[in-house]
């Protein structure tokens, strides 16, 4: 089979398309032929050698997949469409092994690179909107609004009568946002109170970018209000001190990690209810590409890899 390995820390360069044995399936494990493999941002920090965690070399990168069972010892599931977290690593190739008690059947109708498209970025979505629980008037800015998850959130909120506001970095995903209220370029100056004269103090910070903007969003919180930190686009967390908050009567919020069965039922959700913007589609080979596309800051919603 192709797999991308990432033999070396390094720019994009280093992810090398090579001929590779197929995977050999461990206990309670299927092969999946990969359609399409989902990339977050954090796989490339982890390409960088700036992974939050350790990371062993050398590895097949790519946690997120969807394709079709065709290895199996439960003849039942051989042939389902399916997509599913791959334990880490080894989902930018033609095959991989997966545990069959972390598949989630597609449903007919829908296709799989939606689905694939909101396998990890519909479940994070979900779970930050449950977690800051959303309700009607609520005054929500969502931070990398142009982004995977970010385009989600602004569904989310729009669905649950939010007034919306979008921050995004640069002109062009200004004009790609759709559905929130107002659109605000936080590489601008002023940007913070372009926010405050348009809809007053937030209710809600969906913070995926960190550091100095999103310490700027939480100073447009009122009192009685909640943020959530789900992405370190900037390079750092924000960095928000819990005392500060308190101080400020803002609520911190974080999502936990889900269990296999939360995950599943997350991910079904978003199926039903959430339509990803899936912005570029690369082939394999060009994984590389893919990854410095999104680490440009060119990169509109969701990255996929087609095989």
């Not at 990398?144 to 970095?169: E, S």
């Amino acid at each position: 089979m192709r797999a991308v390995w990432l033999r070396e820390f390094g720019g994009p360069e280093v992810l090398v398309e090579e001929s590779t044995p197929d995977p050999a399936p461990g206990p309670g494990q299927v092969v999946v032929d990969v359609a399409y493999a989902g990339i977050t941002f954090v796989e490339t920090q982890v390409r960088a050698g700036r992974a939050p965690w350790p990371v062993r070399l050398p590895t097949i990168p790519g946690n997120g997949v969807g394709g079709v069972v065709t290895g199996s010892a439960d003849p039942a599931l051989v042939g389902a469409t399916v997509v599913t977290a791959t334990g880490g690593s080894g989902g930018y190739a033609d095959r991989v092994a997966v545990n069959a008690d972390e598949l989630i059947a597609v449903p007919p109708d829908i296709p799989l690179d939606r689905a694939v498209a909101l396998l990890a970025d519909g479940r994070t979505a979900t779970m930050l909107a449950d977690a800051v629980d959303l309700r009607a008037g609520d005054r929500v800015l969502v931070e990398a609004a142009a982004g995977g998850v970010g385009t989600l959130l602004v569904q989310l909120a729009r669905a649950a009568g939010a007034v919306v506001v979008a921050a995004v970095g640069g002109p062009r995903k200004v004009a790609a946002v759709t559905g929130a209220d107002l659109v605000v370029d936080y590489r601008s100056d002023g940007w913070a109170h372009q926010v405050r004269a348009a809809v007053g103090a937030l209710d809600v910070v969906f913070d995926g970018v960190g550091g100095t903007i999103a310490r700027t969003a939480f100073s447009l919180v009122a009192a009685g209000g909640r943020m959530t930190s789900h992405g370190a686009a900037s390079g750092e967390w924000a960095g928000i001190p819990a005392s500060t908050a308190a101080e400020h009567g803002v609520a911190l919020l974080s999502a936990s990690r889900p269990t296999t069965s939360q995950a599943r039922t997350y991910a079904l959700r978003a199926f039903e209810s959430l339509v990803p913007v899936i912005g570029q589609r690369f082939p394999l080979a060009r994984a590389a590409d893919a990854h410095a596309a999104m680490e440009s800051r060119t990169a509109i919603g969701k990255t996929l890899l087609e095989t």
